[in-house]
């Protein structure tokens, strides 16, 4: 199975020269998570 350069979506949670940061979830313990990826799943929940 061969995919094209182009084929596909890319999310970020920053550009190549910034850097992403991990926030302390209140529910759950206080476990870190990606602020980008919390946000994102409680969008698509």
């Known amino acids: 199975m061969?995919?094209?350069l182009d084929e596909?979506?890319?999310?970020?949670?920053?550009?190549a020269?910034?850097?992403?940061v991990d926030m302390s979830e209140s529910k759950g313990g206080?476990?870190?998570c990606g602020v980008f990826s919390n946000a994102m799943q409680m969008v698509l929940k």
């Open 2 to 4: 061969s995919s094209k």
């Open 8 to 15: 596909g979506i890319l999310l970020s949670g920053c550009q």
């Open 17 to 20: 020269n910034e850097k992403s």
């Open 30 to 32: 206080g476990k870190a």
